[in-house]
C-alpha cells in the first residue's frame, strides 16, 4: 500500500466521518423527528439485529443473484447487437435507434409491462434488469467499434484477417476501454432496474435488499430505509473497486491513455 492510498484513505475515512457527526447533530437538535431523521446509533442497530438473525445476508445474496443473472444475459444481448450496429448500417438505423431511446426510458416503466406478461414472478424481475442493462451496454459496444482507427482494419486486411477472424482479433481488443465503460453504466443500470423491480414486484419465495427497503418505509421504519441504502451504496463501491477498476487499470497502462490530468 503506497503512502498516496494511505493518504487517500484517511481522507475518506475523516470525511465520512465529519458527515456522521453532522448527522448526529442534526439529531441532537430535536427538529425533526426520530421517525424521519433516525440515530446513527439506530441504524448500526438495526444492521447489527439485521446480520444476527441472518435477514439481511439472505436479502443481499437474494439480490446479487438476480442482479449477475439479469446482468450477463444483458451483456450477452447487448455485446453482439452492438457488434452488428456498428458492422451494418441497417442494423444501426433500426436496433441502434431503438437503443437509443430505450435507454432513456427509466427502469420503472418496464415494471407494469414485467408484471403483465410474467406476473408476480422471479422472471418479471429478471425482464426489468435486462431491459436496463442491455441497451447502455448495445450502445457502448457500437460506440467502441465505430471508433476504432481505420488503419487496425486495413493492417488486418493486409495481413489476411477478415471476417470473424478480425473482429474478434483486432475489432473487440481494441474497443475492450469503451467496452468496459459501458459493462460499468450497465451495471449501474442494472442496479437502478432491479431496485426498482424489487420494490414493485413482490415474491414470497425471496427477499431482496429492495423489499426490505419497500418494508422499512411500509413500517416507517426510517433506520431500516437507511440502512439499507447504506448496504447498497456500499455493494455498489465495493463492485465498482473490485471488478471495473482493475480493468480500467490495466486497459490504461496498456493502451498507454493514462489516468487524464487531474
Request: proline share 4%; aromatic share 10%; with cysteine.
Amino acid at each position: 500500500m503506497t503512502a498516496e492510498t494511505v493518504k487517500r484513505a484517511v481522507m475518506a475515512t475523516a470525511f465520512f466521518a465529519a458527515l456522521v457527526g453532522v448527522w448526529q447533530l442534526m439529531v441532537w437538535s430535536r427538529r425533526w423527528s426520530p421517525v424521519l431523521l433516525p440515530s446513527p446509533g439506530s441504524v448500526v442497530e438495526y444492521l447489527r439485529s439485521a446480520i444476527a438473525d441472518g435477514s439481511l445476508p439472505e436479502a443481499t445474496l437474494v439480490t446479487l443473484r438476480r442482479l449477475l443473472v439479469g446482468y450477463a444475459i444483458g451483456v450477452a444481448i447487448g455485446l453482439p447487437l452492438g457488434l452488428l450496429s456498428s458492422a451494418f448500417r441497417f442494423v444501426e438505423d433500426t436496433m441502434g435507434v431503438l437503443a437509443l431511446g430505450l435507454q432513456t426510458l427509466p427502469s420503472v416503466c418496464w415494471i407494469p409491462l414485467a408484471l403483465l406478461w410474467f406476473g408476480q414472478t422471479e422472471n418479471a424481475m429478471l425482464f426489468v434488469v435486462v431491459m436496463g442493462t442491455t441497451w447502455s451496454v448495445m450502445i457502448a459496444t457500437d460506440t467502441g467499434a465505430r471508433t476504432i482507427p481505420r488503419v487496425y482494419a486495413r493492417a488486418a486486411r493486409t495481413m489476411g484477417s477478415e471476417g470473424l477472424d478480425r473482429w474478434i482479433r483486432v475489432v473487440l481488443p481494441a474497443s475492450l476501454p469503451f467496452l468496459i465503460s459501458g459493462m460499468k453504466q450497465g451495471w449501474a443500470f442494472a442496479w437502478r432496474s432491479l431496485m426498482a423491480a424489487e420494490i414493485y414486484v413482490t415474491i414470497l419465495s425471496g427477499f431482496g435488499l429492495g423489499q426490505l427497503l419497500h418494508y422499512g418505509r411500509e413500517l416507517n421504519a426510517m433506520e431500516q430505509v437507511i440502512a439499507i441504502m447504506l448496504v447498497i451504496v456500499v455493494i455498489g463501491l465495493l463492485a465498482d473497486k473490485a471488478l471495473f477498476a482493475p480493468w480500467e487499470r490495466f486497459l490504461h497502462r496498456r493502451w498507454g491513455t493514462g489516468e487524464g490530468v487531474r
